[in-house]
């Protein structure tokens, strides 16, 4: 009797473990996943970043930023780039804020596609041009990426609303709660945020820091520096790091010790808890940025999504 028991136990853990490894095994990250399956498929994104590159400074940025929210949102599943069906997609949330770059992977996957159909997702597709993009704006920078992302079956504005950290948030503690609920650290916070080195913002999305001259934590040139770019017009972009805006390097943290910060997020870093960091980050040789900023990038990348499914054949929509 007791030794029934005992086997049916060892039957139900022996099911569970299996069960596990697979889970497991279906989510596992590795370096050169499509070594055997796609061999060309990281030099193909590669290759559309470098010429997203050559024709527009700006795309590195956009690349970057798409990562971010895909993982940011339900996971790293490519849910970003999928095109609203019976309920609003993350792209259609107001967080996502002039998101661009979906032709650039469209061009990639449809490259990779005709040579290795429905294999390489679009999820790891996203996080290997996000990498190249680090590549081309540093000047070549390289770093590995491990693929194995499954592309998920689930967009939804409202979890794009609830799970991005907000831009209006001085407080580093509050806008680090949204890191930690993500497995991320403080550390993570002010590493990753360096890719404010790249790239614009609409002017509607921070105006209200430009409207009186109460925000102390804003230098008064800059501030009058960024109402001249604006004009009054919300639709007129600036860029987040004015020195060097499409170069990827340090001027960023310089840029946050000096309250020079377009956004109030980023002004958020200069402050007690995270200061010293910034100032180290700052200080370093720029690889030193670099170094952290992939090890942080893989924490990101490796944010598993909810909702795995099949790879996709085109990313903007789901295979059933
Ligand atoms: C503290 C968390 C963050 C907040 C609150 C935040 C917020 C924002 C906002 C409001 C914009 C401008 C949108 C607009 O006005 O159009 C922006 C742009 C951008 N963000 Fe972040 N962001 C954060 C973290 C990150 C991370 C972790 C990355 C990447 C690793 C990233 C990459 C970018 C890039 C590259 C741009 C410029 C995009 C372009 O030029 O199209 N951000 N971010
Ligand atoms: C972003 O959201 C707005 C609504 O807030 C929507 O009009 C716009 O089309 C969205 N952008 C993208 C790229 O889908
Ligand atoms: C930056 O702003 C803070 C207030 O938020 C102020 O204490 C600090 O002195 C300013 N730093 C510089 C370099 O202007
Ligand atoms: C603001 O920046 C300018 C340089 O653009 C500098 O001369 C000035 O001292 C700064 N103001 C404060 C309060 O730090």
């Given amino acids: 009797m007791a030794m029934g028991v005992m086997l049916v136990a060892v039957v139900v853990v022996a ?13 596992t ?10 061999n060309r498929a990281e030099s ?44 609003q997609a993350e792209k259609n949330a107001p967080p996502n804020q002039s998101l661009r770059g979906f032709e650039v992977i469209d061009r990639a996957k449809a490259r990779i ?6 294999t390489v997702s679009c999820a790891d597709i996203l996080a290997y041009a996000a990498r190249d993009s680090v590549r081309v704006a540093t000047g070549g920078y390289e770093y590995k990426v491990p693929g194995g992302r499954p592309d998920g079956t689930v967009s939804r504005a409202s979890m794009a609303n609830s ?25 993570d916070v002010v590493v990753l945020s360096g890719a404010h080195t790249l790239g614009v913002t609409r002017c509607g999305t921070f105006d209200y820091r430009l409207m009186s001259d109460q925000d102390k934590g804003m230098n008064a040139t800059f501030r009058n520096e960024l109402r001249r770019q604006c004009g009054y017009d919300a639709n007129r972009v600036v860029s987040l790091d004015a020195g060097s805006p499409y170069g990827f390097d340090t001027s960023y943290y310089a840029n946050v010790l000096a309250n020079r910060t377009v956004l109030e997020s980023d002004a958020a870093l200069n ?29 990101m990348g490796a944010i598993r999504g909810a909702n795995p499914g099949k790879v996709r054949a085109n990313c903007r929509r789901v295979r059933t």
């Fill in 15 to 27: 099911g569970l473990l299996l069960h596990a490894a697979t889970v497991a095994e279906a989510q």
């Fill in 44 to 87: 193909i994104v590669f290759e559309e970043v470098q010429k997203a590159w050559n024709a527009d400074r700006s795309m590195p940025a956009a690349l970057l930023r798409l990562h971010f929210h895909d993982c940011f949102v339900n996971g790293c599943d490519g849910s970003v780039l999928l095109e609203s069906g019976d309920n």
């Fill in 113 to 118: 596609e005709a040579v290795c159909k429905e």
């Fill in 29 to 38: 990250l590795r370096v050169g996943y499509y070594d055997q399956t796609c």
């Fill in 163 to 187: 799970d991005l950290p907000p831009h209006k948030q001085r407080n580093v503690e509050l806008l680090a709660q949204y890191f930690y609920r993500k497995g991320l650290s403080m550390d």
């Fill in 271 to 299: 402050s007690p808890r995270t200061v010293a960091r910034v100032r180290e980050l700052r200080a370093a040789a720029p690889s030193a940025f670099f170094g952290s900023f992939a090890v942080a990038m893989g924490r």
